[in-house]
């Protein structure tokens, strides 16, 4: 079950116009989040082929990208030659009215692009927020360095802390978690520059990067590393701090279990009819089951085995156990649940019709949040978006005679 999202009010962020010239994951995500917010959001993409997200990842759908879809819905689109003069030209006038920029490049580019922050667009434009993501943010050694996701969950030691345990390989978290986080934290730093400009009446700049993304995801791991001095490792689905707090192999399938505090772990052996494991003194206390998981792991894994998921998840419920099943991903989309929380959701692609997407994470009482449309087809918004800063139709089509924009043709479906 779906829901359309056209025709809604407008978001918190109405009125805010942010330019993206960020590509593939990190910096999109920011621009996602920010238009799922109702700030609009105007990608401009590198001429000829645009975002190389468009066609390095597949599956497609109906000749589009669906990564490319997911990470830029809800945003008009125009392709601009930066390395053109009257390129830059388009852009520094839609810089000068705009409210944010997000840029993902390696440092130094909007610089040799003559686009400088410092130099040339916070002197043009005071009130700019001016977003840079990056791999190690724009200080420190690595400043210099391209980023990707993989490098950053090695580097912010959260591969050290994923897979099975010692001896193992490392094992990196399934979603590219560090440009995902990245975007998020970009957005949240993006809404505060927002907050303080209102007082002040001057933008900054917001900088981020994959590495910081990856490091805030070990806090609990860290809080343990300064009290102890030992560098924790992977535990599998087991937590750190409290057992049994982990994934127990069914009868057909897996159950999370969060017996993580002392009332639960009671109400878990009750439910298991393992009452006897009360009295054992190695588990009596959360330090004793950490200190004997895995003996506590084996005590425990027989009594799950012994039903499937669906009956201990209707055990665990009528006794108030915090309890979950393992689902893939396209059973997490049909989760009532996920559902229930317009997590999944529709959008109209003006080539494609309604396409399946995700939802916004993030629910207010009184103004909506959530994607608008599609993502664009190359070029889509082009000519609506240089009218829009006053450029004639001569104009326009010496632009695009010239190659320093792009237009796509009118979808057909």
């Given at each position: ?239 750190p701090l409290n057992a049994p707090y982990q994934a127990f192999p069914t009868k057909d399938g897996w159950i999370n279990i969060g017996a993580a505090n002392q009332a639960n772990w009671l109400r878990l052996l009750e439910a298991l009819g393992a ?139």
């Amino acid at each position: 079950m779906t829901e359309m999202t056209e025709g809604r009010g407008e978001g918190p962020l109405a009125g805010i116009r942010v330019i993206e010239l960020a590509h593939i994951m990190a910096g999109p995500v920011c621009g996602l989040m920010l238009a799922d917010l109702g700030a609009e959001v105007i990608k401009v993409e590198r001429a000829p082929a645009g975002d190389d997200t468009r066609r390095s990842v597949p599956p497609e759908i109906g000749g589009e990208s669906a990564a490319f879809m997911m990470m830029n819905r809800g945003k008009r689109g125009i392709v601009l030659d930066l390395k053109r003069e009257r390129g830059r030209e388009v852009l520094l006038r839609m810089l000068d009215a705009a409210d944010v920029v997000i840029e993902n490049f390696r440092k130094g580019t909007m610089e040799r692009l003559g686009l400088g922050y410092e130099e040339v667009l916070k002197p043009r434009n005071p009130r700019l927020v001016y977003c840079a993501v990056s791999g190690y943010g724009r200080t420190g050694p690595h400043a210099d360095r391209a980023g990707f996701d993989l490098v950053a969950q090695g580097l912010s030691g959260l591969m050290s802390i994923t897979g099975e345990g010692p001896g193992r390989p490392p094992v990196k978290v399934g979603a590219p978690v560090t440009d995902i986080t990245a975007g998020i934290l970009a957005a949240l730093g993006v809404c505060a520059a927002l907050l303080r400009r209102q007082r002040t009446g001057e933008g900054q700049m917001v900088d981020t990067s994959l590495l910081e993304a990856g490091v805030t995801h070990t806090y609990w791991h860290s809080a343990i590393a300064f009290a102890t001095g030992i560098a924790p490792g992977p535990m599998g689905s087991a937590h750190p701090l409290n057992a049994p707090y982990q994934a127990f192999p069914t009868k057909d399938g897996w159950i999370n279990i969060g017996a993580a505090n002392q009332a639960n772990w009671l109400r878990l052996l009750e439910a298991l009819g393992a009452e006897e494991l009360a009295r054992d003194p190695r588990f009596a206390d959360n330090r004793g089951r950490m200190e004997h998981r895995e003996e506590l792991e084996r005590a425990l894994t027989p009594y799950f085995a012994a039903r499937t998921t669906a009956e201990w998840l209707a055990v665990f419920d009528a006794t108030g156990l915090p309890a979950g099943p393992v689902l893939s991903i396209t059973e997490m989309h049909d989760h009532p649940q996920v559902v229930a929380r317009r997590m999944v959701t529709e959008v109209l692609h003006s080539g494609l019709g309604p396409v399946r997407t995700l939802g916004c994470p993030i629910k207010l009482s009184d103004a909506p949040t959530g994607p608008l449309r599609g993502a664009p087809r190359l070029g889509e918004h082009t000519r609506e978006v240089l009218a829009e800063y006053g450029y004639g139709e001569a104009e326009i089509a010496a632009l695009l005679a010239e190659g320093a924009a792009i237009a796509a043709d009118p979808p057909t479906r």
